[in-house]
């Protein structure tokens, strides 16, 4: 579903997939988002595939089924972009964008990121987005982490990103590992202001 056919206006989103656990958290995230946006930039990186093939059974390609193979449906929105393509649009700070999603984020790459290193697509997108001042939601999911890891969310958080864990609540009566997943899914598009119904509003009904 697209929100515009004004490019000027269009809905742009930036999302990564990096080689930590979590790849469900990425699937069910990229489902919602393809409804919100007119472009998703998507990164994957190879530890990734494998992850996502291992925890979801999916894959991902460079054709025209990657929307198919990954969603399970059918979306013109996202575009797969190559680790080394550095010409492509997340990589430069004209790209006009409503921000950045890692999810999962691995530890190496928040440590790359807080370092400032730009060693791939995935690390210089979330670097432009720091130096643009623009959105970056980082959803690690290691655990437990270590005082290098808790000093580089820190340093990420410092520098004006989001650190939002992946770390699913149970007041809002669960019953299934979706329903946990749908917890940390929601929580990403909150920060992204985007409307959503996979959980409630805490207490609103009360608060009504």
């Known amino acids: 579903m697209s929100i515009t056919t004004d490019k000027a206006e269009s809905r742009r989103l930036i999302v990564a997939i990096?080689?930590?656990?979590?790849a469900p958290y990425a699937v069910r995230f990229l489902q919602i988002a393809v409804q919100h946006y007119d472009e998703i930039y998507l990164a994957v990186s190879e530890q990734a595939r494998q992850v996502i093939a291992l925890e979801t059974g999916r894959s991902v390609s460079f054709d025209d089924q990657l929307s198919d193979s990954l969603l399970g449906f059918h979306s013109d929105v996202l575009r797969l972009v190559e680790k080394r393509n550095y010409f492509s649009p997340p990589a430069s700070g004209s790209f006009r964008n409503d921000g950045m999603v890692i999810?999962?984020?691995s530890m190496g790459t928040a440590g790359r990121i807080a370092g400032g290193i730009s060693d791939d697509i995935v690390t210089r997108a979330a670097d432009v987005c720091?130096?643009?001042?623009?959105?970056l939601i980082l959803v690690p999911r290691e655990t437990p982490w270590n005082l290098i890891h808790?000093?580089?969310l820190t340093t990420l958080a410092e520098a004006g990103a989001t650190i939002l864990p992946a770390c699913p609540g149970f007041y809002h009566g669960a019953k299934t590992i979706n329903d946990l997943v749908d917890h940390v899914v929601a929580r990403i598009l909150q920060q992204l202001n985007?409307?959503?119904?996979?959980?409630?509003e805490w207490q609103h009904d009360e608060e009504m």
Do not use: W
């Open 103 to 105: 999810v999962p984020c």
């Open 130 to 135: 720091l130096k643009e001042r623009r959105k």
């Open 150 to 152: 808790l000093r580089n």
């Open 194 to 200: 985007i409307e959503h119904k996979l959980i409630p």
């Open 18 to 22: 990096t080689g930590a656990s979590g």
